[in-house]
């Protein structure tokens, strides 16, 4: 082929673009996480029964550093293998094994936001220093996120149920509030009215009675009383103690003869 | 067999130089600029509707990935290499060099369509690769200085929202734009008439018909790829 | 063999060819002559399928011409050689590639350095030395160009050969050295040569046939011999041109 005139053939500069296309395309692949350095990952399976607008491709971050991506995102068959409970989603997550010693078998597996634009990722809170690291290839139990929708739908419920009561209740309700309301309103005339000076003579009364009975109950608490109750407790023990044969025998012994009872 | 084969691999390489080598100035230059405009257009856009320029980066480079990328760069092309390629044909008709192809049994498709086929598909292709990685980089060089953000959360705002396959589909789109620009100016150049005044004719119609037919492309493909 | 039955062909509504029939035996030199724009020069891309005919038939070494065929077109321009009235050299490659390209195409030779020596042997011919190899067409004079046309023909080694007017735009001692080539060609390798001219010297020098077209028909067919003495108002204007 001739030469451009330049010194370097055509073929060279087609050479040297086409290198630098490739070269740009391996970094963009890079760079927006298409492609990776091969072996450099452990791959682990989180499970989730809600993923909070997790998506294929989502940051995985330990400590906050990016350290991976959600690589798939799969339903699970409604046996899913899990001892606990029942969950319907399967995580696969790529870390990348810089940051593997990090994650022990009790690190937890959040759902989390950041950023002005809402970006979605999952965090792993790295695990205590006595917990095994996670092997490649484990399957985890994911931390399921605050589900804010069905916090508000169920507010909704309590709310919407409350209302329906009161619907159904209505009269009764209506009812019962007037109840209450003269009530109220009798009490009231009650202590304004007339009966007002009979009801503190009353309450006077009643003050000096059990002013007077608190009197007797602490006269009952000194010990001359008590002397007087063990004294009384000794007649009855004793008494208790005269029985038929004792009665017999004090009678023989003065000579008596009685028939008992 | 063989020998034409490699016959039309050299000829194939003559046009890959001459419609992507040749091309890199042009294509650096202007989306260079519309990397810089679209960073200038959109912050003053954010600004006036959201009060806030934080996705200034990643909108610019959307449209830039999605759209203008391989648009602009196939329509300069088109401007670049659709007359050339008509009038060259047409003259070649003109001037019986067609007939004298045929009768050296030279299939003159195969001779001069298909080697202008590999070599703009091949420049659609790594032009506009060149053009996002020009773009985006002035793009990051104007955010960074006029906008304040740092280097890391341009990219990392960008790439949050351009992904791989967005990539492969802009490429897609490169090669189908660089196919039809040789097949539309070799059609308007075979079928010219006789004259300069033809082959002038066949030059201007090859340019516009390529850049409707690329605009209309680009919605068709844009409709396919993302709004199905 | 070359036969042409009763072939019509319009441009518009301009007849140029009118029910023409004619032969040309192998080995024969036939000269077509005519004033510009009779459409001699038709009549030849009709004989390798470059243009169709309204109507009638082509038949060239037995086989039909039918531009739809491209198959038995193929097999037809393989045998042919054709020299067009202006250079039509390829612009974009030089010289030598212009002359080898035919060569390559039709596989009469893969050898690199037996191409080389064929190209150069050719450009001998016709009477132009190495140093035009390396050039492009453009940097050549028109009857250099012409000449290296004609080279690209002989390089493909056609058993038929169809010259459009081969020395227009020629020098006398180009066109002398030509018509030599061409008496040549004919007469020792027995190449069956149609020539389309106005040039009644070259004419009288090589043909052993003349046929004169005029307003889309034949006008006269026969010898130079017999042309010298023929009565046609046409050959009687050539005639004058010539003494």
């Known amino acids: 082929m001739p030469s451009n005139g330049k010194g370097l053939p055509k073929e060279f500069w087609v050479g040297i673009l086409f290198c630098l296309v490739v070269v740009l395309l391996i970094i963009f692949g890079w760079v927006m996480g298409a492609i990776g350095p091969l072996q450099s990952h452990s791959r682990f399976y989180v499970l989730y029964n809600f993923a909070g607008?997790?998506?294929?491709?989502?940051?995985?971050?330990?400590?906050?550093?990016?350290?991976?991506?959600?690589?798939?995102?799969?339903?699970?068959?409604?046996?899913?293998?899990?001892?606990?409970?029942?969950?319907?989603?399967?995580?696969?997550?790529?870390?990348?094994?810089?940051?593997?010693?990090?994650?022990?078998?009790?690190?937890?597996?959040?759902?989390?936001?950041?950023?002005?634009?809402?970006?979605?990722?999952?965090?792993?809170?790295?695990?205590?220093?006595?917990?095994?690291?996670?092997?490649?290839?484990?399957?985890?139990?994911?931390?399921?996120?605050?589900?804010?929708d069905q916090l508000l739908s169920q507010g909704y419920g309590v709310f919407g149920r409350i209302m329906d009561f009161m619907d159904e209740n209505e009269k009764t309700l209506t009812e019962f509030l007037g109840g209450m309301k003269e009530l109220i309103a009798d009490a009231n005339k009650l202590l304004k009215g007339r009966e007002r000076q009979k009801l503190i003579t009353l309450i006077d009364n009643l003050n000096a009675v059990t002013s007077d009975m608190?009197?007797?109950?602490?006269?009952?608490?000194?010990?001359?009383?008590?002397?007087?109750?063990?004294?009384?407790?000794?007649?009855?023990?004793?008494?208790?103690?005269?029985d038929?044969?004792?009665?017999?025998?004090?009678?023989?012994?003065?000579?008596?003869?009685?028939?008992?009872f | 067999m063989r020998k034409r084969f490699r016959l039309r691999i050299h000829e194939a390489l003559e046009q890959m130089y001459f419609l992507g080598v040749q091309s890199l100035p042009i294509v650096f230059i202007s989306l260079g600029f519309v990397g810089l405009m679209m960073i200038l257009e959109l912050a003053f856009h954010m600004r006036l509707v959201l009060k806030h320029d934080a996705l200034v980066p990643a909108f610019s480079a959307v449209l830039m990935v999605r759209e203008l990328g391989p648009v602009i760069t196939c329509l300069l092309l088109t401007s670049r290499i659709g007359a050339g390629i008509a009038a060259e044909i047409g003259t070649m008709k003109v001037t019986e060099q067609l007939d004298a192809l045929k009768m050296l049994s030279i299939d003159p498709f195969d001779y001069l369509v298909v080697p202008r086929w590999v070599g703009s598909v091949f420049a659609a292709i790594s032009l506009t690769v060149v053009a996002i990685a020009v773009s985006l980089w002035g793009g990051a060089l104007l955010a960074i200085q006029k906008l304040g953000t740092s280097?890391?959360?341009?990219?990392?705002?960008?790439?949050?929202?351009?992904?791989?396959?967005?990539?492969?589909?802009?490429?897609?789109?490169?090669?189908?734009?660089?196919?039809?620009?040789?097949?539309?100016?070799?059609?308007?150049?075979?079928?010219?008439?006789?004259?300069?005044?033809?082959?002038?004719?066949?030059?201007?119609?090859?340019?516009?018909?390529?850049?409707?037919?690329?605009?209309?492309?680009?919605?068709?493909?844009?409709?396919?790829?993302?709004?199905? | 063999m070359i036969s042409v039955k009763q072939v019509s062909k319009s441009f518009g509504e301009r007849r140029v060819l009118n029910q023409i029939t004619m032969q040309v035996a192998p080995g024969e030199c036939v000269f077509v002559l005519g004033k510009s724009g009779v459409g001699k020069s038709v009549l030849l891309k009709l004989m390798v399928g470059l243009n169709s005919p309204e109507s009638g038939e082509i038949h060239v070494a037995?086989?039909?011409?039918?531009?739809?065929?491209?198959?038995?077109?193929?097999?037809?321009?393989?045998?042919?050689?054709?020299?067009?009235?202006?250079?039509?050299?390829?612009?974009?490659?030089?010289?030598?590639?212009?002359?080898?390209?035919?060569?390559?195409?039709?596989e009469i030779s893969v050898n690199p350095s037996e191409i080389e020596a064929k190209v150069r042997e050719k450009l001998s011919?016709?009477?132009?030395?190495?140093?035009?190899?390396?050039?492009?067409?453009?940097?050549?004079?028109?009857?250099?160009?012409?000449?290296?046309?004609?080279?690209?023909?002989?390089?493909?080694?056609?058993?038929?050969?169809?010259?459009?007017?081969?020395?227009?735009?020629?020098?006398?001692?180009?066109?002398?050295?030509?018509?030599?080539?061409?008496?040549?060609?004919?007469?020792?390798?027995?190449?069956?040569?149609?020539?389309?001219?106005?040039?009644?010297?070259?004419?009288?020098?090589?043909?052993?046939?003349?046929?004169?077209?005029?307003?889309?028909?034949?006008?006269?067919?026969?010898?130079?011999?017999?042309?010298?003495?023929?009565?046609?108002?046409?050959?009687?204007?050539?005639q004058e041109e010539m003494f």
């Open chain 1, 244 to 260: 038929k044969p004792v009665i017999k025998q004090f009678l023989q012994e003065e000579g008596i003869r009685a028939r008992i």
């Open chain 1, 214 to 242: 608190h009197d007797l109950s602490s006269k009952i608490k000194n010990p001359e009383t008590q002397k007087f109750y063990d004294q009384i407790y000794e007649l009855v023990d004793r008494a208790h103690k005269i």
């Open chain 2, 151 to 228: 280097s890391g959360e341009y990219f990392n705002t960008v790439f949050f929202f351009v992904k791989f396959p967005d990539v492969i589909r802009c490429l897609l789109k490169a090669a189908v734009f660089g196919t039809l620009i040789p097949f539309i100016a070799s059609y308007q150049g075979f079928r010219c008439g006789t004259g300069s005044a033809a082959v002038g004719e066949a030059a201007t119609q090859a340019v516009v018909r390529s850049s409707l037919a690329i605009i209309v492309a680009d919605f068709v493909l844009t409709y396919l790829f993302y709004a199905i």
């Open chain 1, 53 to 148: 607008g997790i998506e294929v491709g989502s940051p995985v971050r330990v400590s906050g550093v990016k350290v991976g991506k959600v690589s798939k995102i799969e339903f699970l068959p409604e046996t899913a293998e899990t001892n606990q409970d029942r969950v319907t989603l399967k995580l696969t997550i790529d870390v990348s094994n810089k940051a593997v010693p990090s994650v022990r078998q009790d690190s937890r597996f959040y759902v989390n936001m950041a950023g002005i634009i809402g970006e979605k990722y999952i965090e792993i809170s790295p695990g205590s220093s006595n917990s095994p690291v996670v092997q490649n290839g484990a399957v985890l139990r994911g931390v399921d996120p605050p589900r804010i």
């Open chain 3, 62 to 106: 037995g086989l039909k011409v039918d531009a739809e065929n491209s198959q038995t077109l193929a097999q037809i321009r393989k045998k042919c050689g054709l020299v067009f009235q202006f250079p039509a050299l390829l612009d974009s490659v030089s010289v030598f590639e212009n002359i080898s390209f035919g060569i390559r195409a039709r």
């Open chain 3, 125 to 238: 011919l016709v009477g132009l030395n190495e140093k035009v190899l390396g050039k492009f067409p453009t940097e050549l004079s028109f009857s250099t160009q012409k000449r290296v046309s004609i080279a690209r023909t002989l390089a493909v080694e056609p058993d038929y050969l169809l010259f459009d007017e081969p020395t227009t735009g020629m020098d006398p001692i180009a066109t002398t050295g030509l018509n030599h080539l061409i008496k040549k060609l004919s007469q020792e390798l027995k190449v069956t040569t149609v020539v389309v001219s106005h040039d009644i010297k070259s004419a009288f020098a090589v043909g052993d046939r003349m046929i004169l077209l005029d307003q889309g028909q034949i006008v006269f067919e026969g010898s130079a011999e017999k042309f010298k003495t023929s009565t046609a108002s046409l050959a009687k204007q050539f």
